[in-house]
């Protein structure tokens, strides 16, 4: 099996400045191609910023699948080799939006994910989406999607790597939060027991850059199958860039005992 | 709403000695008391060892209910108005024996778990339990019981959570494996997100002590309803007697922003 090369590049967005944004993340981009990257995930909603006010500033800032950053996104897969996931403010019909992240292959084929639980605000301003997080059969491995606060139900977690994925990339935005000296941050902490549990690489890029009085963890994080950081895992509120190279064939293998299967020990008869 | 105090005590069975290992239980227990505790908890399997050959020699040490073993720890609850749960050796009918663990209350009620999930060569000699974990409604908090393995099965450890648990007290005898330097043991990074994502307090009890070849992680930890240790959470294969003030109304409050709620935010039509 082959080893699939990730980059995270936590990076801050400036609210409603999608020009600005757009930018920012075609310089990332490019710097993730120059280090032979596979996949580069980008935070969550990195394309339009994410303390809004309300609904109609979020629409404002809005984009279709066709609209500039994911065409930008398109060709710069297509130039790059590039597979890209990044998070977008998704517009739909009748003014709503929705808190979304995009999937962009070489090949051109485009899959959206739609956050799917809403976390404070956002479910004032965002629609939420009602489809599973999607795994895409790539050309270097089959690849989940979900956002943020999704990661916390372990339940929606389970979906994706039931449905075979090797990787779980996941858009954040993760607000600081107090916790005890020394300890990783439970956000961090829930990734990795997620990994663990699935025997699934998961990649989590979050963003820094204090905007609107909110500030962000800074934890970007990529953890193996065994649940442990590959890199990243500290609370690191600056622009960083994770690198990591997956061996996908310890995702393969959900065996972790002579008798036990992390996936078949499941009962779901009793849940 | 009042505040519990649990102790956890990492003790060191011998594999088929139940008189060694009652006595050891008593002295622990009394122990736990002497530190006004309301709740202890013990090893899974503490009552009879656990690195059996085969059913038949966890059959010689098994009891039932009114055995010498929970008969002692009931008179124990009663006289200290203490509970205890600690892990046995269950004796079923027709030779077969479960992984079990009791929860035992002053009031002389007993309330037995089966483990449901079983952890590698268990499965050639126990019979798994398929009855959810009990959620107790005892007189210091409501108090759930789960073992081990189980733990590393998130839809598992929701049940009572969703039940209401405020504390979950899990037995364990954690199998030592590696991990890289520096890294927290992954079987206490389970038990902290399955706090968090429950808001819910968990008490892990392992054991130490190198038994037929096997040595263990000797990481028993107490963790707060944010996912965060009270105390343990080391690897620390030593007898190891762990404290803590649970202030369970933080249990009882599951919103975590002006908009969330970790159990109403779930979304069970689609998992």
Same mark, same amino acid.
């Given at each position: 099996?082959?080893?699939?090369?990730?980059?995270?590049?936590? $990076?801050?967005?400036?609210?409603?400045? /999608?020009?600005?944004?757009?930018?920012?993340?075609?310089?990332?981009?490019?710097?993730?191609?120059?280090?032979?990257?596979?996949?580069?995930?980008?935070?969550?909603?990195? #394309?339009?910023?994410?303390?809004?006010?309300?609904?109609?500033?979020?629409?404002?800032?809005?984009?279709?699948?066709?609209?500039?950053?994911?065409? $930008?996104?398109?060709?710069?897969? $297509?130039?790059?080799?590039?597979?890209?996931?990044?998070?977008?403010?998704?517009?739909?019909?009748?003014?709503?939006?929705?808190?979304?992240?995009?999937?962009?292959?070489?090949?051109?084929? $485009?899959?959206?994910?739609?956050?799917?639980?809403?976390?404070?605000?956002?479910?004032?301003?965002?629609?939420?989406?009602?489809?599973?997080?999607?795994?895409?059969?790539?050309?270097?491995?089959?690849?989940? %999607?979900?956002?943020?606060?999704?990661?916390?139900?372990?339940?929606? %977690?389970?979906?994706?790597?039931?449905?075979?994925?090797?990787?779980?990339? /996941? !858009?954040?935005?993760?607000?600081?939060?107090?916790? !005890?000296?020394?300890?990783?941050?439970?956000?961090?902490?829930?990734?990795?027991?997620?990994?663990?549990?699935?025997?699934?690489?998961?990649?989590?890029?979050?963003?820094?850059?204090?905007?609107?009085?909110?500030?962000?963890?800074?934890?970007?994080?990529?953890?193996?199958?065994?649940?442990?950081?590959?890199?990243?895992?500290?609370?690191?509120?600056?622009?960083? #860039?994770?690198?990591?190279?997956?061996?996908?064939?310890?995702?393969?293998?959900?065996?972790?005992?002579?008798?036990?299967?992390?996936? #078949?020990?499941?009962?779901?008869?009793?849940?």
């Amino acid at each position: 099996m082959e080893t699939l090369r990730v980059v995270c590049h936590q $990076l801050a967005p400036r609210i409603g400045e /999608a020009d600005y944004n757009r930018a920012l993340t075609e310089r990332s981009i490019r710097a993730a191609a120059n280090l032979n990257a596979h996949v580069v995930v980008l935070p969550e909603l990195i #394309q339009s910023g994410y303390v809004f006010t309300d609904q109609d500033e979020a629409h404002t800032v809005s984009e279709t699948l066709d609209g500039p950053t994911l065409s $930008l996104w398109k060709s710069l897969a $297509l130039e790059l080799g590039i597979i890209i996931v990044a998070g977008f403010c998704e517009r739909l019909s009748a003014g709503r939006v929705a808190n979304s992240a995009a999937l962009v292959e070489p090949t051109g084929r $485009l899959t959206v994910y739609r956050k799917a639980h809403l976390w404070d605000r956002e479910k004032l301003i965002f629609t939420p989406g009602d489809s599973p997080p999607p795994v895409v059969d790539t050309a270097v491995g089959r690849i989940g %999607v979900m956002i943020c606060y999704d990661l916390e139900l372990p339940e929606w %977690v389970r979906l994706p790597a039931l449905a075979g994925a090797d990787l779980l990339c /996941a !858009p954040v935005n993760w607000p600081e939060g107090a916790r !005890p000296a020394g300890e990783r941050p439970a956000e961090i902490v829930r990734v990795q027991a997620n990994a663990a549990v699935n025997r699934m690489f998961i990649a989590a890029c979050d963003r820094y850059g204090e905007e609107r009085g909110v500030n962000w963890v800074g934890g970007s994080v990529i953890v193996d199958a065994d649940g442990y950081p590959l890199a990243g895992a500290t609370s690191h509120p600056e622009e960083h #860039q994770l690198v990591a190279d997956l061996p996908l064939a310890q995702a393969r293998d959900k065996s972790i005992s002579g008798h036990n299967h992390v996936h #078949q020990d499941r009962r779901p008869g009793l849940y």
